[in-house]
């Protein structure tokens, strides 16, 4: 079993930055491969981007552009922790931001946190 626990979300003005913690626990984090999702409200969950366990493959969703340059996923396998950081927030990134662990293959996603709210003010 994995347990993540996100954490920084919260309310932001228009072009201001956050920092999306996920710490992981009850399994070598340095084996799992990571993403970041996001459910705005009516919305279905979407993907925002993941982190392979190597590190060799850090990628974002396909619809990217809106994100592009904005949000940089990293991990620090030392603290068992993967980031979101994100910059330049606009309104329509308000969403219940979760992450995910996959023990297997990136994108196959096992484990999921409880979200944290990211509300972005205009």
């Known amino acids: 079993q994995v347990q993540l626990v996100e954490s920084g979300g919260g309310l932001v003005q228009a072009g201001g930055s956050l920092r999306l913690s996920c710490a992981a626990s009850?399994?070598?984090?340095?084996?799992?491969?990571m993403g970041w999702f996001r459910q705005a409200p009516g919305k279905e969950r979407e993907f925002v981007g993941g982190h392979s366990w190597s590190g060799s493959s850090v990628y974002y969703a396909d619809y990217a552009d809106s994100l592009k340059g904005r949000f940089t996923i990293f991990r620090d396998n030392a603290k068992n922790t993967v980031y979101l950081q994100m910059s330049s927030l606009k309104p329509e990134d308000t969403a219940v931001y979760y992450c995910?662990?996959?023990?297997?293959?990136?994108?196959?996603?096992?484990?999921w946190g409880q979200g944290t709210q990211v509300t972005v003010s205009s």
């Open positions: 995910a662990a996959a023990v297997g293959a990136p994108g196959a996603y096992d484990y």
């Open positions: 009850g399994r070598t984090f340095s084996t799992l491969n």
